[in-house]
């Protein structure tokens, strides 16, 4: 499959307006039957069912077969269901994929996709295993070959639907030490929230380790929400309503929103190309932003 092409700038906009809510999205150990049922009643956005880290090796078996049970049980609603596999080259990678193809959840996520090559790889493995075209892909970048190329791997392929930000990994593979405030790595994040816009796809941010912390959790929920994440990974249910809240437009930006629209549709009207609100110029590029800051209420309502 050939490389995705770049995008022009309606095209961008249509993909970021079609914004389907990713601002929790919950790591859940496959091998824990318990946890899979209270899956179905968490107000989560997207569930990730674990095959890897979460996973003794001996229970892995067991785990494939929960998560594709699940995938095809239709229980879980409106939650984005999707199944992260083991790593290429791992004893358990073909195996996973396969199944979790053929399961056809609404996303496979691999961990430590490095290429672009890899991306078409996985794509065509997918297919080849019947994977349905709803079931896209969602590759983790987790080190430093990933983030150097992460451009490369979003534009790589048209079932690639989401960049997955492997924090925890990414700080092993730098060297570097953990650290309110993320200095460390801030380019990383950084450089693969920007290969995601560019090629217009969905990006969410790495794990908050410590799940005793609320005051650091939304602290580094809201840094990356400053930054333009779409939301962030969670190891524990009890991070869900937070990352909701975090990533969710206040009622007073979604007032703000309208009131631009208005505003500028009102100049229009007069025969003018910009418009002022309170003493702010409004342009077009506020308008698109508006629209979308209407849109993301509107898709996060439709939930409820």
Same mark, same amino acid.
């Given at each position: 499959?050939?490389?995705?092409?770049?995008?022009?700038?309606?095209?961008?906009?249509?993909?970021?307006?079609?914004?389907?809510?990713?601002?929790?999205?919950?790591?859940?150990?496959?091998?824990?039957?318990?946890?899979?049922?209270?899956?179905?009643?968490?107000?989560?956005?997207?569930?990730?069912?674990?095959?890897?880290?979460?996973?003794?090796?001996?229970?892995?078996?067991?785990?494939?077969?929960?998560?594709?049970?699940?995938?095809?049980?239709?229980?879980?609603?409106?939650?984005?269901?999707?199944?992260?596999?083991?790593?290429?080259?791992?004893?358990?990678?073909?195996?996973?994929?396969?199944?979790?193809?053929?399961?056809?959840?609404?996303?496979?996520?691999?961990?430590?996709?490095?290429?672009?090559?890899?991306?078409?790889?996985?794509?065509?493995?997918?297919?080849?295993?019947?994977?349905?075209?709803?079931?896209?892909?969602? #590759?983790? @970048? /987790?080190?430093?070959? *990933? $983030?150097?190329? %992460?451009? =490369?791997? &979003?534009? +790589?392929?048209? !079932?690639?639907?989401?960049?997955?930000?492997?924090?925890?990994?990414?700080?092993?593979?730098?060297?570097?030490?953990?650290?309110?405030?993320?200095?460390?790595?801030?380019?990383?994040?950084?450089?693969?929230?920007?290969?995601?816009?560019?090629?217009?796809?969905?990006?969410?941010?790495?794990?908050?380790?410590?799940?005793?912390?609320?005051?650091?959790?939304?602290?580094?929920?809201?840094?990356?929400?400053?930054?333009?994440?779409?939301?962030?990974?969670?190891?524990?249910?009890?991070?869900?309503?937070?990352?909701?809240?975090?990533?969710?437009?206040?009622? #007073?930006? @979604? /007032?703000?929103?309208? *009131? $631009?629209?208005? %505003?500028? =549709?009102? &100049?229009? +009207?007069?025969? !003018?190309?910009?418009?002022?609100?309170?003493?702010?110029?409004?342009?077009?590029?506020?308008?698109?932003?508006?629209?979308?800051?209407?849109?993301?209420?509107?898709?996060?309502?439709?939930?409820?």
């Amino acid at each position: 499959m050939p490389p995705r092409p770049l995008p022009r700038k309606a095209d961008l906009v249509t993909q970021q307006t079609a914004y389907r809510p990713r601002r929790s999205v919950l790591y859940m150990p496959s091998s824990n039957e318990r946890a899979l049922e209270k899956a179905k009643t968490l107000p989560v956005d997207a569930l990730i069912l674990d095959l890897e880290d979460a996973v003794a090796p001996d229970a892995k078996g067991a785990a494939r077969e929960n998560a594709c049970a699940a995938a095809r049980s239709g229980d879980y609603g409106r939650r984005e269901l999707t199944i992260r596999v083991n790593s290429l080259g791992s004893q358990w990678h073909d195996a996973d994929l396969a199944a979790a193809a053929a399961a056809g959840p609404d996303a496979i996520v691999v961990p430590k996709v490095n290429s672009a090559d890899e991306v078409r790889s996985l794509v065509a493995a997918m297919e080849a295993a019947g994977a349905p075209d709803h079931t896209r892909l969602w #590759a983790m @970048v /987790e080190t430093p070959v *990933a $983030v150097l190329h %992460a451009e =490369e791997i &979003a534009r +790589a392929s048209d !079932r690639l639907a989401c960049l997955v930000l492997g924090t925890n990994d990414l700080y092993k593979e730098i060297g570097a030490t953990f650290a309110p405030g993320r200095a460390a790595i801030a380019t990383s994040l950084q450089l693969a929230l920007l290969a995601a816009r560019a090629a217009g796809v969905a990006v969410v941010d790495g794990v908050f380790n410590d799940v005793k912390d609320e005051d650091g959790f939304l602290a580094e929920a809201r840094q990356g929400r400053e930054w333009g994440f779409d939301g962030k990974t969670l190891i524990h249910p009890g991070q869900v309503q937070l990352a909701n809240e975090v990533f969710a437009p206040s009622e #007073a930006q @979604v /007032e703000d929103a309208r *009131a $631009v629209i208005a %505003a500028f =549709e009102e &100049a229009q +009207a007069q025969g !003018r190309g910009v418009a002022t609100l309170n003493g702010r110029l409004i342009e077009n590029l506020h308008v698109d932003t508006a629209q979308k800051v209407l849109a993301t209420a509107e898709a996060i309502a439709a939930l409820s």
